[in-house]
């Protein structure tokens, strides 16, 4: 298969393109690497890679060629990055996922693949654990335009019959994440044995998903999925903020004090006070679901990134 991954250098993209280049996928990137080039070495000669904006028209469409799927991962993220460029951001969404939908229109790709948000679902989660079909609350400006993008591909599926696959990433983590994210955050901190800084309460739940089976959800799906779907893709485990601070602090021995400070004004994100998946439709399609034992999960994390036994 011919694939162009859009966000193809960042941290999730980067472990797509090592996947599909891996299983003998011909594989374009095109990032303009605002997070750096996070592909590895050994990979980077396995695939063609593009410096450029997915908001260019006319390079998507020349990149989108042939192409048989597109995995639209473009994006800025991260709560303070967005909260300080809302114009941007929206752009990047709504520019990009446009552009990708014209070039698989005239290239006749077959399936796009897009990364949507647990963000969607703003504070629904408060009450339960949230299936694709519960009342979204969108409150950024990120989430906004996520949602409007999967609402777009259901209409360009129902108008040209272009199909798609919105995905709702819950917190994934893992090798080469940069430090906007709070694992990363808090394990820079506990081994510095500086103050690991939680923000609000600390009472903030969130689902974190491992980025390995991340990618397996996806590819799978992009495998059996037909017409236009949303899936979640989430471990299904709830963890607060303060647990993590203490699961990050114990594996690395670390001697930190856990600090809690108050949120910035401008991080609206941070009162989601819960936020946790289900992952049923996504295990029903594919026979497979995230489930990694979180403490295994940030043990392995430790040891990959700081080969620590
Ligand atoms: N990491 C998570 O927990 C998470 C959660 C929900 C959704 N997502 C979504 O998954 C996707 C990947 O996220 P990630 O965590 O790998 O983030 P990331 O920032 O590491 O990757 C995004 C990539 O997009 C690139 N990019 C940004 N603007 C671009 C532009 N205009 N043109 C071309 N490239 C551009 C960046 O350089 C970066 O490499 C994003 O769409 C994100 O919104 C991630």
């Keep these: ?81 967005v909260a300080d460029n809302p114009v941007e951001t929206m752009e990047t969404e709504v520019e990009g996922t446009k552009n990708v939908v014209y070039a698989a229109l005239k290239h006749g790709v077959k399936k796009v693949i897009y990364a949507s948000t647990s963000g969607v679902y703003g504070h629904s989660a408060i009450e339960k654990s949230v299936d694709e079909d519960i009342m979204i609350d969108p409150r950024t400006s990120y989430a906004m335009a996520k949602r409007y993008n999967e609402i777009y591909l259901k209409a360009v599926y129902e108008e040209r019959g272009l199909e798609s696959i919105s995905l709702r990433f819950f917190n994934v983590y893992g090798p080469r994440q940069d430090d906007r994210m709070v694992i990363p955050r808090f394990f820079e901190q506990a081994l510095k044995n500086e103050p690991i800084t939680v923000f609000g309460s600390g009472k903030q739940t969130r689902d974190f998903t491992s980025v390995e089976e991340t990618i397996i959800s996806l590819v ?65 399609a594919v026979g497979f679901k995230p489930n990694t034992n979180i403490r295994l999960g940030l043990k392995k994390l430790q040891e990959s990134l700081y080969q620590i036994n």
């Design 220 to 284: 799978k799906l992009s495998e059996v999925s037909t017409g236009a779907e949303i899936y979640n893709i989430a471990n299904e485990t709830e963890l607060n903020i303060l647990e993590l601070a203490e699961y990050i602090k114990e594996i690395t021995k670390s001697d930190s004090e856990i600090k809690l400070i108050e949120s910035p004004a401008n991080r609206y994100d941070y009162e989601v006070e819960r936020r946790v998946g289900s992952s049923e439709k996504l295990l029903k």
């Design 1 to 81: 298969m011919k694939v162009l991954i859009t966000g193809g250098a960042g941290f999730i993209g980067s472990h797509l393109t090592a996947y599909l280049a891996e299983q003998g996928d011909e594989v374009i990137v095109l990032d303009n690497l605002l997070r750096g080039n996070k592909i590895e070495d050994y990979i980077l000669s396995k695939i063609t890679f593009v410096e450029g904006d997915v908001r260019d028209q006319d390079l998507v469409m020349k990149l989108s060629e042939n192409c048989d799927q597109i995995y639209h991962l473009a994006a800025i993220l991260g709560v303070d990055i």
